[in-house]
């Protein structure tokens, strides 16, 4: 992981490391609240040679003999010859140990000073345990363990030169050092919970997570709205907001694409269900038409259509109606908007074998027959993991765009849908990232936009055959008839009147 990626996993999980740093920090401060005070006084002692009237080399002698003696009395000091003096002449019930455990002592480097230091919850008390420490220390080494010969006075002297005192504060708990300790510790942990919780999440929550798994482009992405399936067609109920933008930049991005072939017609899927396939090809399909481009949007999702439901036209016939030979593509072919530059071709009825219609060479002639006749085809196909009713009618198109949910699609299923369509050869052009939050690392930070004028509420339903030729489109393409993919069906409609407008 590099340096970026750990930012990125900062500003994801900041709430989770602020709130385990401030369940450590309080955890700390509660522990230190909770502890006895403890209170240490310290005494300092001189050790030094007697010489008497000796030259400076004896004396120099002397100093590095009491400084070679001082390690070897600061080992003394604990020991029970001096303890047990210490626990008699205190006389408060305390043993040996137990003193022994509140006393320490110590050297500075290369000195003749010993420091002896006790530590009790009775300041007093710790003052009068390093005092008479001291004391007994000073008769055990110059009376016992160094001791003169008879009437010769003690070579070695150990004065008290600073007795200990009363200490004024405790010296634990150390309330600044343990509410900073637990800062660290609680932002030592919450790094390594954000970490660890990134590394098992497999989850694709941003465009980072698809660059590591694949080298095709994202195309766009689409921002999560609370209020999507109040209104899904956002490039129509509300061209000015940031999820409408979005829409227009896949389709810039869709526009310069350069590829072989410079393909007009794609299957939108996605791996697993509720992604957001189908609002997204529908919005794009909008977005498109917005340019002057005529689009045709085919809803290939003959188990779960949704197309007719989003434009809010009659869906009982459609594609699978065409397929079979019912009727002609003209006459299942929906105009939508008032500019006559989206048409819009529902699933039909719900047929047993959609696989089967859908790779047949009905379906293959309708696709070529749009193709020729729009200047963009646009596919609603069901997931890739769930039927194989995409990788089928992908053969028949110039591309797929996979539709991935940010926070929902998991990195196993993206990748499983992308082996899947390689092995057909299928070519993905890229990657429409949809339920993008907002904000955060990984938004995309779409700004809201104006664009002139609000669109005027479309009438949908009108059918291909009931457009005046002022209406249809200005596309440069060459415009063939329609009937030719509907196989040996005639003409006349069978809808009649199936225009919610009518």
Known sequence: MELQDYLRIFRRSWVLILVITLLTTVAAAGWTLTRTPEYQSKSRLFVSVRTGDASVGEMAQGTNFARQAVTSYVDVVNTSIVMDAVAEELGNGMTAGQISSRVSASSP????????????????????????TSSVFVDVITNQLEKPSEGSPARVQIDIVQP????????????PRNLTLGVLLGLMLGLGVAVLRSVLDVRVNGKQDVAHMTQIPI???????????????????DPRGPRAEAFRQLRTNLQFLKVEGNPHSFVITSAGAAEGKSTSAANLAIALAETGASVCLVDGDLRKPRVAELFGIEGGVGLTDVIIGRV????????????????????????PNPSELLGSSEMEAILATLEDSFDYVIVDAPPVLVVTDAAVVSKGVGGVLMVVAAGKTKKPELQSALNTLSTIDARVLGIVLTMVPEK??????????????????????????????????????????????????GSQPILGGHNKAE
């Open 109 to 132: 480097t290369n000195s003749v000073l010993i420091d002896i230091s006790a530590t009790n919850s009775d300041p007093e008390l710790a003052a009068e345990i390093a005092n008479t």
């Open 164 to 175: 200990a005192a009363v200490p004024a504060a405790p010296i634990s708990p150390n309330v």
């Open 219 to 237: 195309l766009g992405g689409i921002i999560r709205d609370p209020k999507a399936a109040e209104r899904p067609l956002l490039v129509q109920d």
């Open 328 to 351: 002609t593509l003209d006459v299942a072919l929906q105009a939508w908007g008032t500019t006559g530059q989206l048409y819009v071709l529902p699933s039909g009825h719900r047929p």
């Open 440 to 489: 955060g690392p990984d938004s995309y930070g779409y700004a809201t936009y104006t664009y002139g004028d609000v669109h005027v509420e479309p009438v949908p339903g009108t059918p291909w055959r009931q457009l005046s030729d002022g209406a249809k489109s200005t596309s440069t393409r060459s415009r063939r008839s329609l009937g030719r993919a509907t196989g040996s069906a």
